[in-house]
């Protein structure tokens, strides 16, 4: 059964809103060479992404101090183009120094650093080490709870909460990573609006928690909702419907509605073909 976990590189293109960023900056070049690279990784370039970002770090090193907040911003993108790529002994380091440089400039409790740390988390859930990422990704909820205000809620914090959710979920800890999955898809809704792709998988992931537990009338208006929300977003023929599909046709099987699992199921697998 296949549980979507979300999974996203927090890429910065400039930390200039900050009030704690040095008056200097990396310059017009490295400007030009960070948004080219992020627009690179937008296209799903992540070779040629890395090559503009490894000029812009260099650009961004040849005019400030080692830690001055574009040097970090520098970082932390090539860190999540490696990532994209696959690469992620040579993210790691990256993040690492990223990391370093945030908590340096700004403390260790500000919402600068929870995204890094956030950043980090992701690495090591992509890897599957699950306590490492675990860890992190609490690290960082915490700073962004005692940080931000009750309403002042982001994208970052509701993706650690969703992905703590499907560790606990994975570990069979269904009453832990219940709270998590619920709050997730609220900050999502309110952030996002209620036909984002985020809140689908969201959506999902809720509904894997209450399948997973027998609870199936609880769960089948979440994946309608859900593949509703894909349906129209991506369109009735995207590839990635076919994860919902599966989901959905598993819980009618256990249903003991087989006409309407083969049919889901056989739609999953001709979306697949088109992968």
Known sequence: M?????????????????THVLAKGAGIEWETLNKKAI????????????????????????????????VGTSLHNLAAFYKAHGD??????LFKRALAIRKKLYGHDHPEVATCLYSLA?????????????????????????????DHLNVAMANSLCNLGVIYHTRGDY??????HKRALAIFEKVLG??????AI???????????????FLAEPLYKRS???REKALGPDHPDLAHCLKNMATMYHAMKQHKKAKKLKKRAKNLRRHQ
């Open 202 to 216: 969201s959506l999902n992931n809720l509904a894997l928690h209450y399948m997973d537990q027998g609870e199936y």
């Open 227 to 229: 593949l509703a929300i």
């Open 122 to 150: 992701e690495l090591y859930d992509t890897q599957g080490y699950l306590f490492k990422a675990e860890k992190i990704y609490k690290q960082a909820l915490i700073i962004w709870e005692k940080a931000l205000a009750p």
């Open 194 to 199: 209620p036909d984002n792709i985020y809140v």
């Open 175 to 180: 009453a832990k990573a219940y709270p998590f």
């Open 2 to 18: 296949d549980k979507i976990r979300i999974i996203t590189a927090a890429i910065a293109i400039s930390l200039a809103g900050s």
């Open 39 to 70: 627009e690179l990784y937008q296209q799903r370039d992540y070779g040629q992404a890395i090559v503009v970002a490894k000029k812009a770090l260099e650009v961004a090193n040849a005019n400030l101090d080692s830690d001055h907040p574009d």
């Open 88 to 93: 992620y002994v040579n993210a790691e380091p």
